[in-house]
């Protein structure tokens, strides 16, 4: 067979992986006439002005980079606000080759509303350091819900000055809803900004949304982050673990040699230390089991997908829980496990182990709240 090219962004067609570039239904391609074809992205930008994301190996992002460090742009790098760490693209700072950027933090309606905004800004900006990153500005949205865009807007308009506005993020932030949210916002304010018969976009990897003559807001496929426990389990799962409105706290009085299981996902060992209040942050949907350190490999090997669910499969199969063992000293604490929430205490010196699916990432920060 031939191979397809779509018009829109120059991607190979192909029918198997509706998360990969270029795809499109096999149906739609017996449909179609004169060579004319959409992947299914680029479909719906020109008839639903929707933008659908996809996923990058690291190397195809990185070619990507390449070009916004080759381009005087606006970079917008969106996070995922419940899983910072996890969501930052590593390297960016040295591929943007100094080009302006602004940070977005998304699903900012998902924290707890003890959260001070003004405390989560700042928090943000020092921990960009350790990225390299110094942002012009920091914007805390919800895409879902519609939270802080006009403000992102004034943002984009004031310091985009007629350049491209190149926006790029992880999978799993947020950020198609994102991108659809802004495109709306400039459609309504002007109606004929997309009129060209195609999305122009260089080969398998962009689509850019004309602004006006000159410039263009250009997205760009979001990049997998290998630690993050999405890439580890089910869509059903996913839809389990991820949380759909702001998060209630839990409370634990824990003495030491107890633990608490996050349904069959992961598991917090509290191995010594005085008695200590852990506060869970994960989806309300989710249940926290506690029990004896001495019986939890017994809990484990005999109720995770029961009693302990859901859990992380791979081929039907368990997968390997790795360790991973944390001394806390005397401040507030967050334990965090990509992708899926966090526990906070007060450090008083206590020894601890979480274990997580291998490969998720599983830090250590000054408590967020």
């Known amino acids: 067979m031939e191979e397809l090219k779509c018009i829109g962004c120059g991607a190979t067609i192909q029918t198997e992986n509706p998360k990969e570039i270029g795809y499109t239904p096999a149906s739609s391609i017996s449909k179609m006439e004169n060579e004319i074809i959409y992947c299914q992205r680029c479909f719906k930008l020109k008839h639903y002005n929707e933008v659908q994301d996809v996923a990058l190996t690291s190397d195809d992002f990185l070619k990507i980079l390449q070009r916004v460090g080759e381009t005087d742009a606006l970079v917008i790098n969106i996070v995922d606000i419940f899983d910072f760490s996890g969501s930052m693209v590593a390297g960016l700072s040295r591929h943007i080759n100094g080009n302006d ?54 943002m984009i308009e004031k310091y985009r000055k007629g350049r491209d506005v190149y926006i790029v993020g992880c999978t799993n932030v947020g950020k198609s809803t994102l991108v659809n949210r802004i495109i709306k916002r400039f459609t309504e304010e002007r109606e004929d900004i997309i009129t060209t018969s195609h999305f122009p976009g260089t080969t398998l990897d962009i689509i850019e949304i004309p602004l006006d003559d000159c410039s263009a807001i250009v997205d760009t496929p979001g990049i997998i982050n290998e630690h993050q426990l999405a890439h580890y389990v089910t869509p059903k799962v996913l839809k389990e673990i991820t949380p759909k409105k702001e998060i209630k706290a839990g409370v634990y009085q824990l003495n030491a040699e107890q633990t608490l299981f996050v349904g069959g996902l992961a598991r917090m060992d509290f191995v010594k230390g005085e008695r200590t209040s852990f506060v869970t942050h994960f989806a309300n949907q989710l249940h926290i089991h506690r029990t004896k350190l001495e019986k939890a490999d017994h809990l484990w090997a005999t109720q995770a997908g029961a009693v302990l669910k859901p859990v992380a499969m791979d081929n039907d199969q368990l997968m390997e829980m790795e360790k991973h063992t944390f001394h806390i000293g005397h401040e507030k604490t967050d334990l965090v496990i990509s992708g899926l929430g966090w526990f906070t205490l007060s450090g008083t010196g206590q020894d601890i182990n979480i274990y997580a699916p291998k490969g998720v990432g599983v830090m250590i920060r000054p408590s967020l709240i």
């Open 101 to 154: 950027i602004l940070l977005v933090g998304n699903k900012v309606d998902l924290l707890p509303k003890s959260v001070n905004k003004t405390k989560l800004n700042h928090w943000m900006r020092r921990s960009l350091k350790e990225y390299g990153l110094k942002p012009l500005d920091v914007a805390l949205v919800s895409a879902g819900k519609g939270f802080g865009i006009d403000e992102l807007m004034e």
